[in-house]
């Protein structure tokens, strides 16, 4: 005869022990930062993302840098679909919108 298996108590999702780890060692804001230039980069694409040469998160606000005017231009067209899928993949941190800036120096 089989035993039934008991609920394990005291279990955490994986995902809830890293934040909560993120939280204590100071760093969960880095960390956010790295997952949205990651999907940014991952919605923009191979040539976009050579052109994009920073990603900030501040306010609830994504500023995206990219070393020529003619990149922010076609980024311009794309803004409300990248700000759109990035809403959708972090809900949790409540962007509202996203700013283009030229950057200064060239990442190439």
Known sequence: MRRKKRPREGLVEVGALLEGALQTLGVKDDFEKFQIEKKCREVLGEKFSKALT?????????????????????????????????QNEFPEVGIKSINLILSRSSKR
């Open 54 to 86: 920073r990603v900030e998160l501040k306010k609830r606000v994504v500023e995206m840098a990219f070393d020529h005017p003619i990149w922010m231009q076609e980024m311009n067209f794309r803004k409300a679909e990248v700000l759109q899928k990035l």
